[in-house]
């Protein structure tokens, strides 16, 4: 938060002439034609200190983590007509911005932007203000001289990061999680492969690098939402029957809201996935696999990040798999990287193109919108990668089919199982960092070398 300017060390201004009313719809004027410009000169603490004070209860609850992440990852300017715009629909007017320069003390805005004189009069008159809430004000007050830890504290047990759905929507939703853990996550990653076993088993399964980095974001996201993560690598069909066998006993089971089974292999066209063993496993008789009676009503949600086929999705064509397969139950939802007869792409040094939009849609916007929607906000930036391979360009479109009979919405996790989450994503992406920098090291020593390879091999033609 920004740190509170005391009002009362500014002194008067001589000659000022102050009309608070004909001021305040001027600014507010203003800030309509100009709100984007005005406000980008607020800091990142500014910036999520306005977003906390202009934001009503509901719209804070549901919309402030969306507007923080973008402003802590730097793209304010992305989100400033958003904020603005989630003003306006729910205030009318700007003055709650205008009021909420004045508390974080931006003097200067006010004065240079908005045409107040900053005197004594101006105090008085934004003191008396109801635009935001007095609450608010204290709290932020709270926030700008207190330990960040005790800020925390004070946010986790006053504002409540999770409000309830509407009376209204809450039917049309599977029930939310009353309790921890909120869903129970199965991350199924085979990332190598026995070798062929005969001459007739010639299909190439080669290791799958980057597949480790799709399971820790995937980790880190779902703990976001308060899942139980548990891995399983590189099972054969025995071990994975076994597994869940175990698992549709397991007690567990009965108090999750939700399922969530994510599986990273070698796929073909006829929706098999390959198990280390070489053995394949239909995506059906996978969903069979997780069927259990403590199940029965609840949603279950499986992500496969798998090739279809071999062919490349070429960007110029939009193709859709018009097929529609019978499911034998319902509450179930099958998310694919691809579509059926094309492949899906990984990054050796970043993960599969599919895991990583799936987990940024999932962090942006799980916690706000039906996990359709998320899968949506997927598949469009998806289609929006396209690449350069083997002198083409590439692009790839994800696919869902589902048997649901409501929305499923995801819930925050509490504060320190959320903080499990966020500590294995910094972790990611530090060591993603780090890799980078050591290839980049890497690359530039083998340019070097070979710069002197052919300096010396060119100074060797003039020896004696």
Request: proline fraction near 3%; hydrophobic fraction near 40%; aromatic fraction near 8%.
């Amino acid at each position: 938060m920004a740190v509170v300017r005391d009002a009362a060390s500014l002194s008067p201004m001589a000659g000022c002439v102050f009309q608070p009313a004909e001021a305040l719809l001027k600014a507010t004027l203003k800030l309509n034609v100009e709100g984007k410009n005005i406000l980008s000169e607020l800091d990142e603490y500014e910036a999520i200190s306005l977003v906390f004070l202009v934001l009503d209860q509901d719209q804070l609850g549901r919309r402030a983590f969306i507007f923080c992440q973008k402003i802590s990852h730097g793209r304010y300017k992305e989100c400033i007509e958003e904020i603005i715009n989630c003003v306006r629909s729910r205030k009318g007017q700007l003055d709650a911005i205008v009021l909420a320069l004045y508390i974080i003390g931006r003097y200067d805005l006010l004065e240079d932007h908005l045409g107040f004189c900053v005197d004594h009069t101006l105090h008085k008159v934004f003191k008396e203000l109801q635009c935001i809430d007095s609450d608010r004000k204290s709290l932020y007050c709270v926030f700008a001289g207190m330990a960040q830890e005790e800020a925390d504290r004070l946010v986790h047990t006053s504002i409540p990061v999770n409000k309830g759905l509407p009376p209204q929507i809450q039917e049309n939703f599977y029930p939310l999680p009353t309790g921890y853990p909120h869903g129970l996550c199965i991350i199924i990653n085979v990332n190598n492969f026995m070798k062929p076993r005969g001459d007739h088993d010639n299909i190439p399964l080669n290791e799958r690098h980057g597949s480790d980095i799709d399971k820790q974001r995937l980790t880190g996201t779902f703990k976001l939402f308060g899942f139980h993560v548990m891995h399983f690598d590189n099972p054969d069909y025995e071990q994975i029957n076994q597994y869940f066998k175990r698992l549709r006993v397991d007690a567990r089971l009965a108090v999750i809201s939700c399922l969530a089974v994510c599986v990273m292999t070698h796929g073909d066209e006829q929706d098999q996935i390959y198990l280390h063993d070489r053995s394949c496993l239909s995506v059906t008789d996978l969903r069979k696999l997780c069927s259990s009676r403590v199940l029965l009503n609840k949603p279950r949600l499986y992500f496969v990040q798998a090739c279809r086929g071999e062919e490349a999705l070429r960007p110029i064509f939009l193709q859709q798999d018009g097929s529609v397969v019978a499911h034998q139950e319902s509450d179930c939802l099958i998310s694919q990287a691809t579509i059926r007869g094309y492949s899906a792409f990984r990054n050796q040094m970043e993960g599969s193109w599919y895991i990583t939009d799936l987990c940024q849609a999932l962090q942006e916007y799980g916690h706000i919108l039906p996990i359709k929607n998320v899968l949506h906000k997927t598949r469009k930036n998806l289609k929006e990668r396209v690449e350069s391979m083997n002198n083409t360009y590439i692009t790839q479109l994800s696919e869902e089919k589902d048997t649901l009979t409501r929305d499923v919405q995801l819930v925050r996790a509490d504060l320190d199982h959320f903080t499990d989450g966020l500590m294995d994503l910094i972790e990611l992406e530090v060591t993603e960092k780090l890799l980078e920098e050591k290839l980049d090291e890497a690359l530039c020593d083998i340019f070097n070398q070979n710069v002197m390879a052919d300096i010396n091999h060119q100074l060797g033609g003039f020896r004696m």
